[in-house]
Structure formats: structure tokens, C-alpha cells
């Protein structure tokens, strides 16, 4: 069974490299956001609120720098795409 850490790994580089493909990384993202989702429904649901809210607020910490991350991505590959000559 893979590992949760290199799933993480080969996500993370999937959105490092250069080189990747782009429906490569859009899926990293969006495993990545799923992830993220889950870990808050999932501290919600074992009642780790009573504790610290932070277990809840953490995961959708990280999801909103996911989701600024992935505009600018967006951003910046339509910028790209649109000076480049097409052929």
C-alpha cells in the first residue's frame, strides 16, 4: 500500500517541477483540496472542537492558501498561453 507521505511527496512535486504537465498539477491540486476537506470534516466529526478549534480551522487554513495558490496558477498560465504565438 503506498504510504500517505508519498502521495504527498510526488504531490508536491507535481506542483514544483517545471516540466509537469498542467492537468498534472490541476490534479494536485485538487487531491490536495480533497485532503484538506477531509481532515476538517474529520476533526469536526471525532469532536476535536472541544479541544482546540484550531484542529478544525488548521486544514481550512491551508485550503485557502491552496486555493489563492491555484488562481495565480491560473493566472499565470493564461498570461503565458495568451503570448505565446500559436502556430
Known sequence: ????????????LALLIPSVPLRIKEFAYFG???????ASIAH?????????????LDPLFFLVLLIVSYVYFEKSHSCSARQSPEG
Open 1 to 12: 500500500m503506498i504510504s500517505r507521505n508519498k502521495i504527498l511527496r510526488t504531490g508536491l
Open 32 to 38: 490536495f483540496g480533497i485532503t484538506l476537506i477531509s
Open 44 to 56: 469536526f466529526a471525532r469532536g476535536d472542537a472541544r479541544l482546540s478549534v484550531l484542529f478544525i
